[in-house]
């Protein structure tokens, strides 16, 4: 029998998909543009935002006689045993395949921000905390592991990383995003990317794009950054994250900038990411992002209208169902009001993904191979080496950490003996879990005041909860100060509940007013401290929040970003001194509320001045952290007093020696940043462009070196084209944004440069061991 050329993988993707597109029916074609959720909750207590609004009933009969597309969330929506669902997803593919007249089989996508969002997942730490340890290859590893495990259960698509950049810290998705710097965003997001493209999982940037910069920190509110803004800090970890790590698909944001919506934005979704940028996979919607032009923008005013907005900017699938994408795109092609090659399009991007994938060969079997484990010892061993690394100790002023062995510890706080404090709001157990409270967690985890205990089994630990983490009862905190008094050091536990849409104090829609402690956390702070006995403050959060209240009268200061499900032990580890801390800053810790947005990328008048009477100078800068050791850092390249001329496409190599000069193995990171003096448009004071995390055994040197090209200069200029100017640059070795160890001085020569589309996105680095 011949096989048709749509069958045959000796033939290139695109003949393959040609043949295929050429002998469907519209409704077949419009079929693989839509994602179909079955099981949803239609009540209020979704996932998704409106989700009781726009779900429906899924007529699944019917629907698998054209194909689908994709299965939204087979494991993300109510928990399954994974082996169980591994059978019953690939039951469901071949139901699938069978119904159709091609057996094509679906995509199935699932939520992996935070580990894959199944039960009996490993729950890792959140994206704030990867961007705490300054380290990428520890992410990739990360994301290999989750792809592995998704690929384990018949799972395709990963809607993760977040490479949206912080802008106001009062945002609820803060936890999601990887801090407020474009380049560490987008290097970590990147690494993300390379590690579950590796496992054979297509990756999926959003939100593209602006989401974060939402007007008030208010959850879908429109967007009204500049041009400026738009191009240089928003987009390039988009940019980055594809060039250099490869992802294969992307998502629109839910956002409207400046009154355009980013699911109906063609200039964004085909002029830049694609016929700029050069992208070439596909571009999903956020869920019910299309449907909200019509019910939410107000810019369609039928399903079908919404439906052409969309597919004309560039989307080519809807999530997570076929609100729009059905029948009233299929009756509007068949009405002649939306082109038809527009669904070709689509379905063209969507097929050879399928093909890339090998769903259209004739030897796809859907069932899984082997034993299915989601949370193997060393995806545990992972997590809590990406959670030790990710803890910032804000402060040790006078060295009362690490804890000794044998002290009387007062344990206190809302998070200390809450399993849930250790995960984001996308961790399975918060996202899904809490809408079945008859089920077990499905996943070990061990608190902070489990975890001291057994850390230091010498020690009497006691405990008190004091308050609920954002209610007003302050009834416990008169047991909480006597469990502090009665002891040699207070381990305050403080931080945030995650949840979705109000249901938490970080999450999904969960927006903060200001930078308080939730609740009266900040009143149990006081009362403690006011004990008189040492107080270690333990915050484990989505967010920073303002503690200048408290500066100066705490004993030391461990800031954690829901570090995932080892992140007891870790936060144990470092308060004992197992684990020397080494994360740093991936966000600015206020010294007030009051005062947002505010984030370090701030040009002169941005920063703090005699015209106004606020001043936006955080407490703890962004790349901050200290250690348990210490580290010199010396021979720094050039000299300071003077200045080096290299061309408007030049490289300049600077570096310094580090040595680590304490009693134990530790680790610095060296950060790299640029301050541009004098600009044809502001600029921020300044800005990172690289970093290297590096690990010393006592008395040990390593020599870092940055290569810096002068593409990482670039910026857009008055007339809206990305230019390297001429003129004096400063590159800045630092320990953090305001840590400044050596400086050097470079003067631009030549014509003012556009670089072009190749130009350098990365500060290469190279450490050296100094013998």
């Not at 094509?104 to 699932?110: D, Q």
């Not at 979704?269 to 019509?294: A, C, H, K, M």
């Not at 007339?719 to 470079?746: C, F, K, N, Q, W």
Request: contains cysteine; negative net charge; glycine residues 10%.
């Amino acid at each position: 029998m011949t096989t048709a050329p749509w069958r045959d993988p000796a033939l290139p993707a695109a003949t393959r998909v040609d043949d295929l597109i050429g002998r469907m029916t519209l409704e077949e074609k419009t079929a693989q543009l839509y994602g179909v959720w079955v099981g949803a909750a239609t009540d209020g207590d979704g996932v998704a935002p409106h989700q009781h609004d726009m779900s429906t009933d899924i007529g699944w009969d019917d629907l698998i006689t054209r194909g689908i597309g994709q299965l939204t969330r087979p494991f993300g929506t109510a928990p399954v045993d994974p082996e169980t669902g591994a059978r019953a997803l690939a039951l469901a593919q071949r139901r699938i395949t069978g119904a159709g007249r091609f057996g094509i089989p679906a995509l199935a996508h699932e939520e992996c921000l935070a580990g894959f969002t199944a039960w009996q997942a490993t729950a890792y730490p959140v994206p704030l905390a990867w961007g705490a340890t300054f380290d990428p290859d520890l992410v990739t590893e990360m994301a290999r592991r989750i792809g592995r495990d998704l690929r384990s259960v018949g799972v395709h698509q990963g809607l993760a990383p977040v490479l949206d950049v912080v802008r106001d810290l009062r945002w609820g998705r803060v936890e999601e995003t990887i801090g407020e710097d474009p380049y560490l965003v987008g290097t970590v997001g990147a690494a993300y990317v390379r590690g579950l493209e590796s496992a054979g999982i297509v990756a999926t940037l959003k939100h593209f794009a602006g989401y974060a910069s939402s007007a008030g920190a208010r959850n879908l509110a429109p967007v009204r950054a500049g041009v400026r803004e738009f191009a240089d800090v928003t987009l390039p970890p988009f940019e980055l994250a594809l060039r250099e790590g490869g992802a294969r698909s992307v998502m629109a944001a839910y956002n409207e900038t400046d009154g355009v919506p980013a699911s109906a934005d063609a200039r964004l979704l085909t002029g830049l990411l694609r016929e700029e940028w050069g992208f070439n996979g596909t571009v999903v919607s956020d869920y019910f992002g299309v449907g909200f032009l019509e019910t939410l923008h107000r810019v369609a005013s039928t399903p079908a209208d919404a439906a052409h907005a969309a597919l004309a900017a560039g989307i080519d699938v809807e999530l997570p169902n076929p609100t729009c994408y059905g029948d009233p795109l299929t009756e509007a092609v068949r009405a002649g009001t939306v082109p038809e090659r527009l669904v070709d399009r689509a379905a063209r991007r969507v097929l050879t993904q399928k093909c890339e994938l090998g769903l259209l060969d004739p030897d796809w079997r859907p069932e899984p191979d082997g034993r299915v484990d989601l949370d193997s010892a060393a995806n545990r061993d992972l997590a809590r080496r990406i959670a030790e690394e990710s803890l910032v100790l804000l402060d040790n002023p006078d060295g009362l950490l690490p804890l000794p062995p044998d002290a009387r510890i007062a344990v206190v706080g809302p998070r200390a003996a809450d399993p849930l404090a250790m995960l984001g709001c996308y961790s399975f157990p918060s996202h899904v879990g809490t809408h079945h409270p008859d089920k077990p967690m499905g996943i070990d985890i061990e608190t902070v005041f489990q975890a001291l205990r057994a850390e230091l089994p010498d020690a009497k630990v006691t405990f008190a909860e004091g308050c609920d983490v954002s209610g007003t009862d302050t009834s416990g905190i008169e047991e909480a100060v006597a469990r502090a008094a009665d002891a040699d050091v207070c381990v305050a536990v403080l931080g945030d509940r995650a949840g979705l849409f109000g249901q938490g104090t970080s999450g999904e829609g969960c927006d903060a007013a200001d930078l308080r402690l939730p609740g009266v956390q900040g009143d149990l702070l006081d009362a403690l401290v006011a004990t008189g006995v040492p107080v270690v403050l333990v915050l484990l959060t989505g967010r920073p929040y303002a503690l200048g209240r408290w500066d100066g009268r705490l004993a030391a200061a461990v800031q954690g970003f829901f570090p995932g499900e080892e992140g007891g032990p870790a936060v144990a580890g470092v308060l004992s001194g197992r684990v020397c801390p080494s994360g740093r800053l991936p966000v600015s810790v206020p010294r007030d509320p009051g005062g947002q947005p505010w984030t370090y990328l701030q040009p002169p008048l941005g920063l703090a001045g005699e015209v106004s009477s606020l001043d936006p100078t955080p407490l703890y800068p962004f790349g901050h952290g200290r250690s348990y050791t210490t580290f010199a850092w010396t021979d720094g390249t050039g000299d300071p007093d003077r200045t080096t001329e290299i061309p408007t496409d030049g490289s300049f190599d600077v570096g310094v020696t580090v040595t680590n000069t304490g009693d134990r193995e530790a680790a610095e990171v060296v950060q790299l940043y640029l301050h541009d003096p004098v600009a044809s448009v502001t600029r921020p004071d300044m800005r990172l462009i690289g970093y290297r995390r590096v690990r010393l055994a006592p008395g040990a040197a390593a020599r870092v070196t940055f290569r810096f090209h002068t593409d990482l200069s670039a910026f857009t200029d008055r007339t809206g084209h990305r230019t390297v100017e001429p003129g004096t640059l400063e590159l800045r070795l630092a320990a953090s944004s305001t840590d400044i160890r050596h400086t050097a001085r470079l003067t631009l020569t030549g014509p003012p440069r556009e670089p072009g589309p190749h130009r350098h996105l990365i500060c290469e680095t190279e450490v050296t061991p100094v013998l």
